[in-house]
């Protein structure tokens, strides 16, 4: 009875003693892959179209979605958010946000349809059910994403990204915390699978000049491609603007769709009728399904931004960075696929 005792006291000590690390206890480490957004809706309405696809994929179980975080220093683009992902049925969703982000006015604006859309109602009541604001205390987005990768299995997170570089540049240069004994860039090495950034130009003369997302930021552009420790896949501007979102599809294709705050928006954002490019969809899209989306790969190398904006991309068969590329037979294709997912809002999560 005694050895039997005092096995039992030591199997608990030795699970004790496993269970913690540098004095922290380790929480259950999912092994279903994780995907972080990082947006700057507001500025273009692609953003929302981005946004609705990452709910659609989610309610499908493609992935646990661990939080969304915002790029553009525009309070009220809390609120558009949090509503948003409310209406799609997720009530309590992880949000973080850039203060004192970029120093462009544009990113300062309530742009052409965030305020407008949420003071939209319908009967008396606002389309979007916002209960978050700013003075909730939502945390910086790299403090949210900490959090979030602490709790994650190792390699098991993708982080995409459709703004500018804010958020994953003080995430990268972030120190130890509550959240974990390690730095940004040991977190990302170690819990971050791939990194799906809509950024930079690439391989096309046409459209050979800095792109918008990066000049927004071009120190967190610099940085993230000079230090990011895996794998990244950029969607420069010459894919996305080739694609284009039919506007039939806002007319004919969404729930309720004079009221639903997506088609709101989109009718919002420019005169009627209008096909926007899908830059933003493009980087969902490949993160999600890569072997079905119909957009090629570059060969492996590395990115570099220089000090006007422009992106440089050099071969290297030790490289970490790709770009996306789309052919003009694959175009309809595309089109097709990101209408089906944009639409494919079945239920709530």
Same mark, same amino acid.
């Given at each position: 009875?005694? +050895? ?8 608990? @000590? ?47 179980? +493609?992935?646990?979605? @661990?939080?969304?975080?915002? /790029? ?19 009530? /309590? @969703? ?8 970029? $120093? ?32 909730? !205390? ?18 098991? &997170? ?15 240069? !972030? ?15 170690? +819990?971050?699978?791939?990194? !799906? ?12 000049? =800095? ?17 990011? =420790? ?10 996305? &603007? ?10 004919? $294709? ?22 926007? =490019? ?6 969902? @899209? ?19 931004? $220089? ?18 590329? &789309? ?9 097709? +696929?990101? &209408? ?7 239920? /709530?999560?």
């Amino acid at each position: 009875m005694k +050895k039997s005792l005092i096995f039992i006291l030591i199997s608990l @000590l030795l699970s004790s003693l496993v269970s913690c690390e540098k004095g922290r206890t380790i929480p259950s480490l999912p092994n279903k892959l994780g995907v972080i957004f990082d947006t700057d809706l507001g500025n273009d309405i692609d953003d929302v179209l981005a946004l609705q696809m990452i709910l659609n994929y989610a309610k499908q179980d +493609k992935f646990d979605l @661990l939080g969304i975080t915002i /790029s553009k220093d525009y309070p009220r683009v809390i609120e558009y958010i949090d509503g948003y992902v409310r209406l799609n049925g997720f009530d /309590s @969703l992880s949000l973080g946000y850039a203060y004192n982000g970029s $120093d462009l006015d544009i990113n300062r604006e309530c742009g052409r349809y965030v305020c407008r859309t949420l003071d939209t109602l319908i009967n008396g009541i606002p389309i979007l059910p916002v209960k978050l604001s700013v003075k909730d !205390s939502i945390p910086e987005g790299y403090k949210m994403m900490r959090k979030e990768l602490a709790s994650r299995a190792d390699s098991s &997170v993708v982080i995409i990204t459709v703004g500018f570089a804010t958020n994953i540049s003080r995430l990268l240069d !972030s120190s130890p915390d509550e959240y974990s004994p390690l730095n940004g860039l040991e977190l990302v090495k170690k +819990k971050v699978k791939l990194l !799906s950034i809509m950024s930079g130009t690439y391989n096309d003369d046409t459209f050979n000049n =800095p792109e918008w997302n990066v000049l927004q930021d071009i120190k967190a552009a610099k940085n993230i491609y000079e230090k990011w =420790p895996t794998k990244i896949i950029a969607s420069g501007s010459e894919v996305g &603007v080739r694609i284009l979102y039919p506007h039939e599809s806002i007319l004919t $294709d969404f729930p309720n769709k004079d009221n639903y705050p997506l088609c709101v928006s989109y009718k919002l954002y420019a005169q009627m009728p209008y096909d926007r =490019p899908c830059w933003d969809l493009t980087s969902v @899209l490949y993160a999600i399904e890569p072997n079905d989306s119909h957009l090629g790969i570059s060969p492996n190398g590395n990115i570099k931004i $220089d000090e006007q904006g422009y992106s440089r991309f050099t071969p290297s068969l030790n490289g970490k960075h790709y770009f996306l590329t &789309v052919d003009e037979d694959s175009i309809s294709a595309v089109v097709n +696929k990101l &209408v089906n997912v944009t639409t494919n809002i079945v239920g /709530s999560h």
